[in-house]
């Protein structure tokens, strides 16, 4: 993709729109830096050899659209009524509440996530990495601003979990799995904001480190859905080990690092008292990882097979050594902050 000029043009300019929006001293800034990523990222979903991408940018387009008039709305709407004479608690609640919505509607987050698996569905997996990862920065970096553990966030964040884990129970497709995992996180990620800044980005470079990871393996096996996992009698069997160990991980299996952040916002949580919130959002996480165990199960133990004349993929190859570099990071992560943690 980078070796065609047009698309590295477009992935530059991408890249300098959220940079724009995450460091704008205004409103109109971030407004302006969210429609230069906009505009850049339509074409770099289209795909001809993709029959659903021209459906998944367009419905990307009409969203983004309309969640960035949302947005523009309510910054002219509270520049309007701004008057230094009257107190900000009066104006604040409706603006903040305004941009959140406008922001998680852009993001993808419940109680706006209606567009998010449909558009997943149509792109490419590199396409579907930026949209899950590089996607989501701005408009988290903004609605951090307009952040406040009130009961409409509460509500939102039970949403997301409730959402997320429920919404991919009986998905057959991998990407669909991976937008509804990804709605569950969001929810994560806001409980993250509520105890500062370090703790979510923390929770998203974490969550982005193992969604390269996922999706580098389905990209290189073509793999689009659960029962060509089940099926597909070529791959080396440390290939699938490490598929499924940073499935696991992206569920939050407590021996893997993606337990690490999670284990975080729970004890910062109790630690604030937001123990209903927390409560919801652990047991939603074991609805996930029950049909993450599930179809790890079913593909280790009922449904593997492999034949004598099964081509297996060479040890020393590159492949093979990033699928384990991967896996090991995946398993032994939180072992090793813990110990460096530790040491340190």
């Avoid at 993709?1 to 409103?27: D, E, H, Q, R, Y």
């Avoid at 979510?200 to 689009?224: C, D, H």
């Avoid at 949580?269 to 919130?277: E, K, Q, S």
């Amino acid at each position: 993709m980078v070796n065609n000029p047009n698309k590295f043009l477009f992935i530059l300019t991408l890249m300098g729109g959220t940079l724009i929006s995450t460091s704008a001293t205004s409103w109109f800034g971030a407004w302006m830096g969210l429609e230069i990523n906009l505009l850049s990222f339509i074409p770099l979903m289209t795909n001809q050899k993709n029959l659903f991408s021209t459906e998944a940018s367009l419905k990307y387009f009409l969203v983004q659209a309309l969640a960035s008039a949302s947005l523009l709305i309510a910054v002219i709407l509270g520049s309007l009524m701004f008057n230094p004479a009257l107190p900000n608690s009066l104006m604040s609640p409706l603006m903040n509440t305004l941009i959140s919505g406008a922001l998680l509607l852009k993001m993808g987050a419940a109680p706006f996530h209606f567009w998010f698996p449909g558009v997943m569905e149509g792109l490419s997996w590199t396409n579907g990495l930026l949209l899950l990862t590089w996607q989501k920065i701005a408009p988290l970096m903004l609605i951090s601003y307009t952040f406040k553990m009130d009961a409409i966030f509460s509500l939102i964040i039970i949403l997301c979990v409730l959402i997320g884990s429920l919404g991919g129970f009986n998905q057959t497709s991998i990407r669909k799995i991976l937008a509804y995992s990804s709605i569950n996180h969001l929810g994560w990620l806001l409980a993250a904001m509520a105890t500062g800044e370090s703790l979510w980005t923390t929770y998203f470079l974490i969550y982005t480190f193992l969604s390269f990871a996922i999706i580098f393996m389905l990209n290189t096996f073509k793999l689009s859905h659960i029962n060509q996992i089940f099926s597909l009698n070529k791959i080396h069997p440390v290939h699938k080990f490490s598929f499924f160990v940073t499935l696991l991980s992206l569920g939050g299996l407590p021996p893997f690092l993606g337990f690490m952040p999670k284990w975080v916002v729970i004890q910062n949580a109790v630690t604030l008292g937001n123990t209903f919130i927390i409560t919801v959002m652990v047991t939603t996480t074991l609805i996930t990882l029950f049909y993450y165990l599930r179809t790890t199960f079913s593909a280790f133990m009922l449904t593997y097979t492999e034949t004598s004349w099964n081509s297996i993929t060479p040890l020393n190859s590159s492949l093979y050594n990033i699928s384990l570099l991967l896996a090991i990071l995946s398993t032994l992560g939180l072992s090793l902050i813990s110990l460096i943690y530790s040491i340190l």
